[in-house]
T-cell receptor, first 114, second 114 residues
Framework: EPEVTQTPSHQVTQMGQEVILRCVPISNHLYFYWYRQILGQKVEFLVSFYNNEISEKSEIFDDQFSVERPDGSNFTLKIRSTKLEDSAMYFC????????????FGPGTRLTVT | AQSVSQHNHHVILSEAASLELGCNYSYGGTVNLFWYVQYPGQHLQLLLKYFSGDPLVKGIKGFEAEFIKSKFSFNLRKPSVQWSDTAEYFCAVIRGSTLGRLYFGRGTQLTVWP
């Protein structure tokens, strides 16, 4: 069964550094998403992406964040100048459609900012 | 604030006990409803979903959920749990007015004792 994959599984970085989290969505999916879960809190939506553009972003997704689909398979989340409060599990997801369709999640990248 | 509420933070059951996990949401209009499960060390997986039609939906591993529109609820049930059902369960909602953004509940940790 096709899966969403994410790399790395764990990333440790120092405050102020830039990180890039990578995702490979399921190949025939058209919509891509990033979510995050801070320890002990809800899974929160960050951004959705379709046709090489951001479709929707949450209030969390400020200028510090950016997303890109640099080639036909990868979908990346870049966090510029990381802060301590960016420490979280970051999940990538993909789907065929926006509505009436499920999102398939990757295993997550645990980001630790020290 | 509009949200998805899961009433139980941690549920502990013995094998063969019946399970009901509550989920309420506060969004009007069209919704897509989901239950996701996260087994220890694994990624989020879809248990079941409701888009329209029969409000009683059946998912994998013997789980079912009932959508009660008047109560804004989508409770998850299983008549007889197994040790292997130990996991965290997340209720999630897509609002028809948004572009595929999933709103998650806080999650319920289910522990089943053999």
């Amino acid at each position: 069964e096709p899966e969403v994959t994410q790399t790395p599984s764990h990333q440790v970085t120092q405050m102020g550094q830039e990180v890039i989290l990578r995702c490979v969505p399921i190949s025939n999916h058209l919509y891509f998403y990033w979510y995050r879960q801070i320890l002990g809190q809800k899974v929160e939506f960050l951004v959705s992406f379709y046709n090489n553009e951001i479709s929707e972003k949450s209030e969390i997704f400020d200028d510090q964040f950016s997303v890109e689909r640099p080639d036909g398979s990868n979908f990346t989340l870049k966090i510029r100048s990381t802060k301590l409060e960016d420490s979280a599990m970051y999940f990538c997801a993909s789907s065929v459609k926006l509505l009436n369709n499920e999102q398939y999640f990757g295993p997550g990248t645990r980001l630790t900012v020290t | 604030a509009q949200s998805v509420s899961q009433h139980n933070h941690h549920v502990i059951l013995s094998e063969a006990a019946s399970l009901e996990l509550g989920c309420n949401y506060s969004y009007g209009g069209t919704v897509n409803l989901f239950w996701y499960v996260q087994y220890p060390g694994q990624h989020l997986q879809l248990l079941l979903k409701y888009f329209s039609g029969d409000p009683l939906v059946k998912g994998i591993k013997g789980f079912e959920a009932e959508f009660i529109k008047s109560k804004f609820s989508f409770n998850l049930r299983k008549p007889s749990v197994q040790w292997s059902d130990t996991a965290e369960y997340f209720c999630a909602v897509i609002r028809g007015s948004t572009l595929g953004r999933l709103y998650f509940g806080r999650g319920t940790q289910l522990t089943v004792w053999p």
